[in-house]
Each structure stands twice: as structure tokens, then as C-alpha cells.
């Protein structure tokens, strides 16, 4: 069985990931920061369904944690082919002209150094392999260009040019890499949510629906299957035809 190893799984997007994979077949190391309630829940809703799975705590934007992460993981699940890079800590809407550089490092941290570190580890287990599936998971912010999202935008955009560089320098050992660029997806973070909470966003999509964390899961889901062994470097957006390329 294939381990794949999900990032911030305890909720949201990951939570919805972690289970799709599971359902695929995958060994899943379901990670989190602190809600280790929410990363249980996870873990039994997958038991419950057939499946495999571990809780795995770490701060994926922490080296020395990171490499403790993988020796875990492999000692509990097997080696990691599949990573979905996804954690995410805040993202704080704030006015170009009073950005910090610290602002912008925050940011980073999660989608320039995190997706890094947990790349690096991989490919030991990826090469070995000679096959590897590092999927990213980024926003169509950067397609959208959304006023006062600076800094998240500058490192999910950073987080874009990892994954082509990547997947030229990989490809020869048998790794993909992608990046799947969900738009709005309402999850527990959002709150309760109103049909006029919806209304102006969904006015301006395509498909007239707001979009759901299994829609996104679906995508990661095949970028992850043997389906999708010729595809790398590209960006996969799931936001209903929000922006179109
Ligand atoms: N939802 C959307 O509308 C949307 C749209 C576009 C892109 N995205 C992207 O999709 C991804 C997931 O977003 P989401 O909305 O599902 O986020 P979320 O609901 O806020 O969940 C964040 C997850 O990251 C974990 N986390 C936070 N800091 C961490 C750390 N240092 N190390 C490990 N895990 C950490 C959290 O764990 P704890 O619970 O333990 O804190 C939680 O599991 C992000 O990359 C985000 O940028 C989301």
C-alpha cells in the first residue's frame, strides 16, 4: 500500500483530502499543528470506512520537526511517495502600503520553506520508488489578484514557480509536480454562511455553485493516481470558471 502524507488535515481542505485518499487506496499520515481532536476524527471516519491511517502532529514549517515527521511516518505507515503540501496558518487581509516583511515571511513560511522542506524529505523515499506525486495546494488569488492578500498571494505565487522548477528537475527520477488552485471553498474556518453571504461571489461564476472541499479532493485525488503519470508542472484551478487562462 502507498503511503501518501497530507499537510493541516485536521480540518478544512485536508481533512476532505486525506479522506478521499484513503478511499483511493492510499495509506494516509494525516497531519496537524495542534487540533489533535480534529485529526483523530479524521483517522476514525477513515478506519471506520476500510481504510488506513495515522494522526502525525508536527509544525511542517519547522526543519528539525519535519524530518522527525517523516521517520514517524515511515516507521507507522511505509515509505512516502505521495505529499500534498496544504497546511496553512492565517491569512490576514492587509493594505499593500502597511505590509511588514514579517508579513510577507509568514507567508512564506507555509508555502516557500514548508512545501521545501517537506519535498526534501520525500525524495529519498520518491527516488527509491521511481515514482513521486508532490502536490501543492495554492490559490486562484493569484489568478485573481485580490486587493490587500499581498503577501499571501506573493508566496502562493513563489509556491507556482517551486512547482515547475520542480517538476523539471525531478521528472527524470519519476516525480510529478503539481499544484491544484482551489477557489473560494467554505469551510470551518468560514463559519456559517448565509445564501446572501453567496450570492455576490456565485454571480460571477460560471457553474452557479459554490464549490465544495471533495471537489478539490477529487483533483488532488488524480493528480495522486498512476491516471495522471504524464502530467507535471501544471496548475489545476478548481474554482468553478471563476478565472479562466
Ligand atoms: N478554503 C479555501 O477557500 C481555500 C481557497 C484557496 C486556497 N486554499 C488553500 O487550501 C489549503 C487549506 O486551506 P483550508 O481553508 O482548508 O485551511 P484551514 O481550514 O484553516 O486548515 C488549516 C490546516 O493547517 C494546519 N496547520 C496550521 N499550521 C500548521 C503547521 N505549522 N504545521 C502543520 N499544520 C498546520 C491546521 O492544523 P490545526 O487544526 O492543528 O491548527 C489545519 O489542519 C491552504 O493551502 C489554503 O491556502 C483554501
Known amino acids: 500500500m502507498e503511503t501518501a502524507l497530507v499537510t493541516g488535515a485536521s480540518r478544512g481542505l485536508g481533512a476532505a483530502i486525506a479522506e478521499?485518499?484513503?478511499?483511493?487506496?492510499?495509506?494516509?499520515?494525516?497531519?496537524?499543528?495542534s487540533s489533535s481532536a480534529g485529526a483523530e476524527q479524521v483517522v476514525a471516519r477513515i478506519r471506520e470506512a476500510g481504510?488506513?491511517?495515522?494522526?502525525?502532529q508536527a509544525d511542517v514549517t519547522d526543519e528539525a520537526?519535519?524530518?522527525?515527521?517523516?521517520?514517524?511516518?515511515?516507521?507507522?505507515?511505509?515509505?512516502?511517495?505521495?505529499?500534498?503540501?496544504?497546511?496553512?496558518?492565517?491569512?490576514p487581509e492587509i493594505p499593500a502600503d502597511q505590509v511588514a516583511w514579517r508579513?510577507?515571511?509568514?507567508?512564506?513560511?507555509?508555502?516557500?520553506?514548508?512545501?521545501?522542506?517537506?519535498?526534501?524529505a520525500a525524495?529519498?523515499?520518491?527516488?527509491?520508488?521511481?515514482?513521486?506525486?508532490?502536490?501543492?495546494?495554492?490559490?486562484?488569488v493569484f489568478e485573481r489578484a485580490l486587493p490587500h492578500m499581498s503577501a499571501y498571494t506573493a508566496a502562493k505565487g513563489a509556491q507556482w514557480g517551486?512547482?515547475?522548477?520542480?517538476?523539471?528537475?525531478?521528472?527524470?527520477h519519476g516525480v510529478t509536480v503539481n499544484l491544484v488552485a482551489p477557489g473560494w471553498i467554505p469551510v470551518e474556518r468560514h463559519g456559517e454562511l448565509t445564501d446572501a453571504d453567496l450570492a455576490g461571489y456565485l454571480e460571477d461564476l460560471p457553474l452557479g455553485r459554490i464549490g465544495v472541499?471533495?471537489?478539490?479532493?477529487?483533483?488532488?485525488?488524480?493528480?495522486?493516481?498512476?491516471?495522471?503519470a504524464f502530467i507535471t508542472g501544471q496548475r489545476l484551478t478548481v474554482n468553478g470558471g471563476h478565472n479562466m487562462d
Open 213 to 228: 472541499p471533495a471537489d478539490v479532493a477529487a483533483a488532488v485525488a488524480y493528480l495522486a493516481s498512476d491516471d495522471a
Open 65 to 91: 520537526a519535519v524530518a522527525a515527521l517523516f521517520e514517524e511516518v515511515r516507521g507507522a505507515l511505509g515509505p512516502v511517495t505521495v505529499v500534498v503540501a496544504n497546511a496553512t496558518g492565517p491569512q
Open 20 to 33: 478521499r485518499l484513503a478511499a483511493d487506496g492510499f495509506a494516509v499520515a494525516v497531519n496537524y499543528a
Open 51 to 56: 481504510g488506513t491511517a495515522g494522526a502525525f
Open 103 to 120: 508579513d510577507h515571511l509568514d507567508q512564506l513560511e507555509f508555502f516557500v520553506k514548508s512545501p521545501t522542506l517537506l519535498l526534501q
Open 123 to 140: 525524495l529519498p523515499d520518491m527516488r527509491a520508488a521511481r515514482r513521486g506525486r508532490m502536490i501543492q495546494i495554492g490559490s486562484d
Open 162 to 172: 517551486l512547482t515547475r522548477v520542480w517538476a523539471s528537475e525531478f521528472g527524470a
